[in-house]
C-alpha cells in the first residue's frame, strides 16, 4: 500500500464519545483506502468508517477496542471491494517507518504546551489563516503579542494572556499546512508558544480588518448577525456546501433550492443551512465575523467557528414536520433510538447530500422498514432493533430538504410498511387475529363470514390468544365449516398470510387449508389465482400446533382470506381442527403508481345535482337490492369531498334482514362515443357502520376494482380502479354492497372521474 500503510485491526470507535484517530478527518462519497492514506500521509495511523470516512491521528485514543474483524464489513463509498469499517466501527492502519511530526523549536518563543480553545477565544486577537501555515508564520502574525498558538492545521491566534486549561499533547497533532514536521494545534486545541521576548505590545499596532460589512439581505434572506458555531455538532443541521468561490449569493441560493430558511457563511468557504439556529449558538460582536468570502472580497463569510447568518421572514417559512400519509407504501412511525455497537436497521445503507424521505423510501423499496439519521444518511432493514426516542429527538432537516426531519445523532426517523397504531388507513386491517367474540349466530362472527356445514363449534384456550375457534366433526358424517374475510391491502404489494392450528383425532380424513387471493365481482369465491396451502395432518401431528403460510401479490385493493375445513364421510371417528391466530403482513411495498393527470367527469355530484358527461348515455343512479324491512335509500348531500356543495348519500337502512346479495346501490353508464384509450376510474367516498360492506367497479362485467369501505370511518377515502380499455357502447357500473353485514351502514359518494392512464 501507498504510504508505507499496513491494515492493523477492525477497532471500536466512539467509547465514551472518544474517537479511535482525533486529528484529521474527510468525508466522501468517493472514499477508498488510498484516498483516506494519501489524505493522511503526513500521520503514523488512518482509519476508514461508516463506508465514506476517513480519521487521521500519530496516536491511537487511551482505552479504545480491538473489534472482531469482521465487524469492519461496511464497503467504501468508492470501491465495492474494498471495506471501510461500519458504523462505530474504524478499519485501522499503521505507518511503520514513521517520524512523527512535534511542535516547532523558535529561538525567540519557546513552546509552551497544548492547550484547550473554546467559543470565548482564549487568544482572541489578529485571527489569521494560511494553507501554508507553520509556527514561524503565526509568530509573525503576532509580532507584539506575548503568546500565540497554531490550531487546525491553518489558523493563527494572538494574545497577551496564557491559556489556563491545558491538554494533551496528544490532542495537538495535526500537521500545519505549511510543514509536515510540525503540529500545529488541533479541534479547539492551540499549539501555544511564548512569551515572546522581543514582544512589546501596543493595541494601536494591530491591522485594520477594513471596513467589509455584511449586506442587509441577500436573496431576499435578512442578516441575523454574527453567531457562534459548534464544533462537531452544528448549531445549522441541515445541508452543508463548500466552495473555493464562495459568496453570500451563492450560500442563499443553495440553502434555498432545499427548502431551507436560514443560511450561515463561516470560514470564508463554508455554507449551513437550517431552519432555526441550535440554542447553544449565541450572537456576538461584529468583529468576531471578519473573514472575507473567498468568492468575493467585498463581503464577509463568518470567521473560525463563527456564522454571519441570514434568515427569510418567519412567515415564509415552511414548518418541518413529518408526513401524516405515506410515502411511497411507507408511514411513518416515530423518533427511534440507533444502536451504536449494531444498527437498528442494518441490511442496507446509502449516504447522500440531497437526502429526502422520498430518496430513502425509494432506495428501501425492497424492505419492511427505513430510517433516516444525521440529516444524509438511510437505513434499510427488514428486522428492528433498537427502542422508541422521543420526537424531540429526531430534530435535524434532510440535508435534501428543509421542510423534511431526517433524525439526529444516532436517532432514526422511523418509517415502515405497516401504519402506527390508530391510523386512519384504509389499506390496515386490525382485527385479522381475533376470535375472542361469541358464536350465537352468523353475524356474531364479525367482521369473520362463517359458512357452517354441519359441523360443531365452540371457543377453546388458544396458543397465541386468549380464545381459539374450534370446528368439531362427528362420527361418519361428512361435515364442513368455513371462516372467511376481505379487507382492504395495497395493490401490487407482497403479503405474507399465517395461521396459527392444530388437527386431532381421525387425521386422515381431515382437510384444513388456508387460502389467500382476490375476490371475484360481488366478494364471489377468490379468483383462480388463489394461493393454497393445505394443513399438515400426518399422525405425529395429533394436537401438535402448526402454522401454515403463504405469500401473497393482490391484484386489487381487497384480499380474501379463507381458513377452511372439513371431514370426509366414513371417517369412523370423531375429528377437529383448531383455528387460532391469523397474521397477514405486507413484506414489500408495491411498485403500482395511481393516475396522475386529470380526466373527465363520468357523473357530477359536486353541484348538488346528478349531472353526467356527455359522452354517457344513457346513465343509471339506482337502488337495486332486494327488498327490505327497511330499504336502502339515497339522496343528496350537502356537504361533500374536499367542501364540495354536494355528495351522494347512501343508506342501508337498520333492519336485521339487510341485503346479503346483490348491490343495494348501483351508478351504470353506456360509454356512448368516449375515447377507448387506456383509463382509470376514480372517486372518493367515506363511510360509518360499514362493517363488510364493499364499493366496486366493473367493466363488460368483469371486476376492475373493488374496496372494503370500513378502513377510515368517517373520513373521504380515494377509490380508483385498475387501468381498463373503455369500450364504447358497453356498460361500465359502479355498487355498494353490504354483505352479511349492512346493518345501519352509510356511505357518501363523491364524483367519478375518467382518467387517463399510463
Sequence with gaps: MGQGYSYQSCYTDLIHGQRTLGAATLVANDMTIEKCSNFCSNYKYFGVEYAKECWCGNTIQENQVVAVSTECSWPCSGSSSQTCGAASRISLYERWLYFPATHATLSDTPYVGCFADGNARVLPSKQFTSDSMTAAACAANCAGYTYFGTQWSRECWCGNTLPTVSAPDADCSMTCTGSSSETCGGSLRLSVYGPNTKAIYNPGSTSNTGTTTSPATVSNFAYQGCYTDNVPQRVLSGAVKFDGAMTLEMCASFCSASNYGVFGVEYSGECYC??????????????????????????????????????????????????????????????????????????????????????????????????????????????????????????????????????????????????????????????????????????????????????????VTGDQNAL?????????????????????????AVYEVSVRFKVGGSLGSISASLQVGNPGVGLSDVASDTQIVLANTASSNDGIWQTM?????????????????????????????????????????????????????????????????????????????????????????????????????????????????GPAWRLAGLLSGNPTAKSVMRTHF????????????????????????????????????????????????????????????????????LRPSS
Excluded at 375457534?469 to 371462516?483: K, P, R, T
Design 468 to 492: 381459539s375457534y374450534q370446528v368439531a366433526f362427528g362420527a361418519s358424517v361428512s361435515s364442513s365449516d368455513n371462516l372467511w374475510q376481505a379487507f382492504n391491502v395495497i395493490q401490487g
Design 274 to 459: 437550517g431552519n432555526s439556529l441550535d440554542t447553544a449558538s449565541k450572537k456576538v460582536a461584529e468583529t468576531e465575523c471578519t473573514m472575507k468570502c473567498k468568492g468575493n472580497n467585498a463581503e464577509l463569510c463568518g470567521d473560525g467557528n463563527r456564522l454571519n447568518v441570514f434568515a427569510l421572514p418567519s412567515g415564509s417559512i415552511t414548518a418541518t414536520s413529518n408526513p401524516t400519509g405515506s410515502t411511497n407504501g411507507f408511514w411513518y412511525q416515530s423518533c427511534w433510538n440507533d444502536n451504536i455497537n449494531g444498527r437498528s436497521l442494518k441490511e442496507n445503507i446509502l449516504f447522500a447530500d440531497d437526502m429526502t424521505v422520498e430518496k430513502c423510501s425509494n432506495f428501501c423499496k425492497s424492505y419492511q422498514y427505513f430510517g433516516l439519521e444525521y440529516g444524509g444518511e438511510c437505513y434499510c432493514g427488514n428486522t428492528l432493533g433498537g427502542t422508541k426516542a422521543p420526537e424531540a429527538d429526531c430534530s435535524q432537516h434532510c440535508k435534501g430538504d428543509g421542510t423534511q426531519f431526517c433524525g439526529n445523532g444516532n436517532r432514526l426517523s422511523l418509517y415502515s410498511i405497516n401504519p402506527p397504531a390508530g391510523t386512519c388507513n384504509a389499506n390496515f386491517h386490525g382485527d385479522l387475529t381475533s376470535f375472542s367474540v361469541s358464536i350465537g349466530t352468523d353475524n356474531d362472527l364479525k367482521p369473520w363470514v362463517h359458512e357452517t356445514g354441519g359441523a360443531a363449534t365452540s371457543y
Design 549 to 661: 403460510k403463504v405469500t401473497f401479490t393482490p391484484r386489487f385493493n381487497v384480499a380474501k382470506v379463507y381458513l377452511k375445513a372439513s371431514m370426509a364421510s366414513g371417517a369412523g371417528s370423531s375429528s377437529y381442527v383448531v383455528w387460532d391466530s391469523v397474521t397477514f403482513k405486507q413484506t414489500s411495498a408495491s411498485t403500482y403508481s395511481a393516475a396522475s393527470t386529470n380526466g373527465q367527469m363520468f357523473v357530477d355530484y359536486r353541484s348538488g345535482v346528478v349531472q353526467y358527461a356527455s359522452w354517457v348515455s344513457p346513465g343509471t343512479d339506482d337502488i337495486v337490492a332486494p327488498a327490505a324491512t327497511k330499504p336502502t335509500i339515497k339522496e343528496m348531500a350537502t356537504s361533500g369531498y374536499n367542501n364540495a356543495a354536494g355528495s351522494r348519500h347512501v343508506y342501508m337502512g337498520d333492519s336485521n334482514d339487510a341485503p346479503a346479495t
Design 686 to 753: 367515506r363511510s360509518t357502520n360499514s362493517n363488510n360492506c364493499f364499493m366496486q367497479m366493473l367493466s363488460l362485467g368483469q371486476l376492475i376494482g373493488i374496496m372494503m369501505l370500513d378502513g377510515c370511518p368517517g373520513q373521504w377515502q380515494t377509490f380508483e380502479s385498475v387501468p381498463f380499455y373503455p369500450a364504447e357502447d358497453r356498460w361500465w357500473q359502479m355498487s355498494i354492497e353490504c354483505y352479511n353485514q349492512g346493518h345501519d351502514a352509510s356511505a357518501w359518494v363523491d364524483s367519478v372521474e
